[in-house]
């Protein structure tokens, strides 16, 4: 069965410095989005990504965080510079179209 | 501004009965409704689905129900089963937007 697959699943940085996350989303999917829950909240919204450009972005995803799709398979998110506050299980997830989203095992980010 | 809510943070149920999961939004313009199931260190999975135009949705022992004048939609597993136990969350959004997600009610079945 296709899968969202992320990397790494667990990434411990110091505050301050830049981290990627990446994603490898399923093959026919179309629409690509990152969410994230910090630990014991809600799994919250940053950003959906459709035909190579950003469509839609929460508040969350300020200048700090960017996505990217460099090449037909991966989607990023890099932050550029971490904060305490961005520890969280960031989840990748992908859709064939809007609205069903398959999800991936997420990578838990620790800023030191 | 919680547009989806799920009020119970967790239920518990034993095997064989049925569990109730329910969730209320606030945003009418909602007409795509989602439940997903957590496991812990796990990403959310996608269990079933209900569009605006239909009431209920039924898939094998999960039936999902929508009652759009109450704004409240709820998730039944009938029989309830140990591997049943995780977190689940509600969701919702309008054509092509994000998904807004519930805070999650934790179900318990106990053997």
């Known amino acids: 069965e296709p899968e969202v697959t992320q990397t790494p699943s667990h990434q411990v940085t110091q505050m301050g410095q830049e981290v990627i996350l990446r994603c490898v989303p399923i093959?026919?999917?179309?629409?690509f989005y990152w969410y994230r829950q910090i630990l014991g909240q809600k799994v919250e919204f940053l950003v959906s990504?459709?035909?190579?450009?950003?469509?839609?972005k929460s508040e969350i995803f300020d200048d700090q965080f960017s996505v990217e799709r460099p090449d037909g398979s991966n989607f990023t998110l890099k932050i550029r510079s971490t904060k305490l506050e961005d520890s969280a299980m960031y989840f990748c997830?992908?859709?064939?179209?809007?609205?069903?989203?398959?999800f991936g095992e997420g990578s838990r980010l620790t800023v030191l | 501004d919680q547009q989806v809510k799920q009020n119970s943070p967790s239920l518990s149920v034993q095997e064989g009965r049925i569990s109730i999961l329910n969730c209320d939004y606030t945003?009418?313009?909602?007409?795509?409704f989602l439940w997903y199931k957590k496991y812990p260190a796990e990403g959310p999975t996608f269990l079933i689905s209900?569009?605006?135009?239909?009431d209920k949705n039924e898939d094998g022992r999960f039936t999902v129900f929508l009652n759009k004048s109450a704004k409240h939609l709820s998730l039944h597993i009938v029989p309830s089963q140990p591997g049943d136990s995780a977190v689940y969350f509600c969701a919702a959004n309008k054509l092509g937007g994000k998904l807004i997600f519930g805070q999650g009610t934790e179900l318990s079945v106990k053997p």
């Open positions: 990504f459709y035909n190579n450009e950003i469509s839609e």
């Open positions: 945003n009418s313009m909602f007409d795509y």
């Open positions: 997830a992908s859709s064939e179209v809007p609205g069903e989203l398959f």
């Open positions: 093959s026919n999917h179309l629409y």
């Open positions: 209900i569009s605006s135009i239909k």
